[in-house]
């Protein structure tokens, strides 16, 4: 088969290196991709939200399936677009992805079907909004409705961060439409945890579960990033809890967007808060997560390929998803100022090194060649990820390949895992 696969990132990577394992293979190619993908796949310089680019290419190069990474062409409608000219392509369609992509839409559907979420109201007029929050008591959380590349959400400790928080995102417009309406929620207290599946719209495959490390600094400090790291599976997750999931959550949201008319498939990942009154949903993603994809794609035993193609087919019940038994664990490193402005050009070295180290895999996500030399070109830089029996071996062999790689102003948090030892 012919494969395609859009994005650019470190979760792209990880999805490229694992369909170059399958048997079913003729080519792969990625648009955009990166340095690291290049290794594996043809590099096609189409951007991921240029849909009837995208569209022309797969229809020239005969593509027998796409693989869509991140959630702006997957919004945009590129299921719809592809599906129109026949062809498959794995992802939800516009109308299914709006669970991403309206957080009002997300709460409001959660509500209806009694998926259990934080409760919340919705406003479109900062005046009410800010005589709402007179009436409520803190820590607040507001949300910008649309995307926001993650930055859309403010935890607010006192009713005054609130209302600043409401200003910056209605009066100052900081993410222009996507803040036309805001949701302003209880604060939940408890641990969070990532939790995917691949479904064909009916069966509901749930992958390892996971945990990611949003905030920059050890400890949770700092402003939260795309993520900086990320284990799998999370011990928070029992068995006990997972079937609760699939039957509280999981289950329960696929069946309901077939009933309003917008059947889902592709991967349905719900970022959960695992509090003391049981699993609540943060947010719905309807994609793959970054990092969370680098250690599940590592534990992950079954054709990848065929996985994806099966669901795409509607087949997935024909499916059992086989993992390793061992700890898959990634540590992203960033460039110096991220998640504010950071520095790019910088030269990296040391991922040969790194890469000689059994069970070790360095994906690539904001990395370029320039000159000759493969330098930093993102924020998120490289996810190095390593599997391991237990936790602890699989922290000291990822923390093994970081202590390889260099660069002027290399960042990277020193406790991913700790919180699964705890
Ligand atoms: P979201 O994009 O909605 O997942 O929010 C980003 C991050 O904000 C989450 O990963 C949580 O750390 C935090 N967050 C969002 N909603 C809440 C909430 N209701 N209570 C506590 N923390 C939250
Ligand atoms: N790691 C968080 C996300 O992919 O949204």
């Known amino acids: 088969m012919n494969i395609l696969v859009i994005g650019s990132g470190g979760r792209e990577h990880a999805l490229v290196w694992k369909i170059a394992k399958s048997r079913k293979i003729k080519k792969i190619f990625c648009a955009p991709g990166n340095p690291g993908i290049a290794q594996l796949a043809e590099c096609v310089n189409i951007k991921a939200d240029d849909i009837k680019g995208l569209r022309e290419f797969a229809i020239r190069e005969k593509i027998d399936l796409t693989v869509v990474g991140p959630e702006i062409p997957l919004t945009l409608g590129i299921v719809d677009s592809f599906e129109d ?4 392509v794995f992802g939800p369609s516009k109308k299914a992805a709006e669970l991403e992509g309206s957080k009002v839409f997300a709460k409001d559907f959660m509500q209806k079907y009694g998926i259990p979420t934080a409760v919340y109201k919705v406003f479109k007029d900062p005046k009410e909004a800010k005589e709402y929050i007179k009436e409520c008591s803190s820590p607040l959380v507001v949300k910008a409705d649309g995307l926001a590349a993650g930055k859309g959400v403010v935890i607010c400790k006192t009713k005054e961060d609130a209302v600043d928080a409401i200003k910056l995102i209605m009066e100052k ?14 604060f939940l207290k408890g641990e969070e945890a990532s939790f995917l599946a691949i479904t064909d719209g009916k069966t509901v495959l749930p992958l390892p579960s996971c945990q990611d490390h949003k905030a920059v600094f050890d400890g949770d400090k700092g402003p939260n990033t795309g993520g900086m790291g990320a284990y799998s599976p999370a011990p928070i997750i029992s068995a006990k809890l997972k079937k609760e999931i699939m039957s509280s959550i999981m289950i329960p949201t696929v069946k309901a967007m077939e009933k309003e008319g917008r059947p889902y498939k592709g991967v349905l990942y719900a970022g959960l808060m695992i509090t003391d009154d049981g699993p609540k949903v943060l947010e719905y993603n309807c994609r793959f997560g970054d990092p969370e994809t680098q250690p599940i794609m590592m534990k992950l035993r079954n054709d990848l390929v065929d996985v994806l193609f ?7 019940s024909k499916i059992k998803l086989n993992c390793e038994n061992k700890v898959a664990l990634c540590v992203v490193m960033t460039s110096k100022g991220y998640p ?8 990296i070295k040391g991922i040969e090194e790194a890469s000689k180290l059994k069970d070790v895999v360095v994906f690539h996500a904001g990395t370029a060649i320039n000159g000759g030399k493969l330098v930093t070109a993102g924020g998120r830089v490289l996810g190095v990820t390593a599997m391991g029996v237990g936790i602890k071996r699989a922290i000291n062999k990822a923390y093994e390949a970081v202590s390889r790689i260099k660069w002027d102003g290399a960042h990277y948090r020193k406790d991913i895992g700790e919180k699964a030892i705890r």
Request: hydrophobic share 25%; aromatic share 6%; charged share 50%.
């Open 85 to 88: 000219k026949g062809l498959k």
């Open 340 to 347: 504010g402005d950071y520095e790019k050009g910088k030269e």
């Open 173 to 186: 417009k900081e993410f222009g439409e996507a803040g036309e309406r805001i949701i302003i929620e209880e």
């Open 310 to 316: 099966t669901a795409v087919e509607g087949k997935l």
